[in-house]
Nanobody, 114 residues
Framework: VQLQASGGGLVQSGGSLKLSCAAS????????MAWYRQAPGKQRELVAT???????NYADSVKGRFTIPKGNAKNTVSLHMSSLKPEDTAVYYC?????????WGRGTQVTVSS
């Protein structure tokens, strides 16, 4: 299984970005897909999750600003980020749990300038 994330980049504070991730190589549907991020010198943290039943959860730090849209194709997940802040700067990773195994993508850099 391979995860390919895309959509990162440089944006000014207050701006918006959309990240996308697709998992390929499995006939199974992911039980859960998630976005994590890791800022320099910090631990990787959970940003948002969506189950295959459509339940979505967000970290408190991004609630009201980040959105996982429903209705994505199988084994794909997007993250719509708005009102971005410099503290959102990080490498964003896509994660998928398929069966009992978790898979990680390579990550995509998001940089928010002040």
């Amino acid at each position: 299984v391979q995860l390919q994330a895309s959509g990162g980049g440089l944006v000014q504070s207050g701006g918006s970005l959309k990240l996308s991730c697709a998992a390929s190589g499995s006939i199974l549907t992911a039980n859960l897909m998630a976005w994590y991020r890791q800022a320099p010198g910090k631990q990787r943290e959970l940003v948002a999750t969506i189950t295959n039943g459509g339940t979505i959860n967000y970290a408190d730090s991004v609630k009201g600003r980040f959105t996982i849209p429903k209705g994505n194709a199988k084994n794909t997940v997007s993250l719509h980020m708005s009102s971005l802040k410099p503290e959102d700067t990080a490498v964003y990773y896509c994660n998928a749990v398929i069966g009992i195994v978790g898979y990680w993508g390579r990550g995509t850099q998001v940089t928010v300038s002040s």
